[in-house]
């Protein structure tokens, strides 16, 4: 079962390649290459499942605390003998502000595992254009 390894297998093909000899083509390069491609995908999806992680976390986390918020007011409306401490106008206003921070907690969140994706496939888009460069100069 060792051949089934991803490591095993793209060392199998690139192997195999090398039998086939191509004037001008340096199909090492051209594999090695592509490592890179497939490490820098394997990597922007570790960004974003740490993201989508994060994301999830923070939406349980905003959850318990609404439903701790509500118990401690229904605890608070349903005592005998309790005076309403806030008007429901400023429950409410109180409510819509935790509300908006939360959303844009999430989006922010949201954002940076986009933009942390985004940058490690920038990275390797802009090394394979530097490797094609010197792959493309003359004498190479």
Request: include cysteine; charge should be positive; aromatic fraction near 4%.
């Amino acid at each position: 079962m060792e051949s089934t390894k991803p490591n095993n297998l793209f060392t199998e093909y690139t192997n195999m390649i090398k039998q086939f000899k191509l004037p001008g083509f340096d199909v090492g390069a051209i594999m090695e290459s592509r490592r890179k491609d497939i490490e820098a995908l394997l990597a922007a999806n570790g960004t974003a499942l740490s993201g989508v992680q994060s994301l999830a976390q923070k939406q349980a986390d905003i959850l318990r605390a609404a439903m701790a918020d509500v118990q401690s007011l229904i605890a608070q409306r349903t005592t005998p003998g309790a005076k309403a401490s806030e008007s429901s106008s400023e429950l409410l206003q109180q409510g819509f502000r935790k509300a908006v921070t939360n959303m844009q907690d999430l989006a922010d969140t949201a954002y940076k595992t986009q933009a942390d994706c985004f940058a490690v496939i920038s990275k390797r888009a802009a090394e394979n254009v530097e490797e094609l460069k010197a792959r493309l100069q003359p004498g190479k």
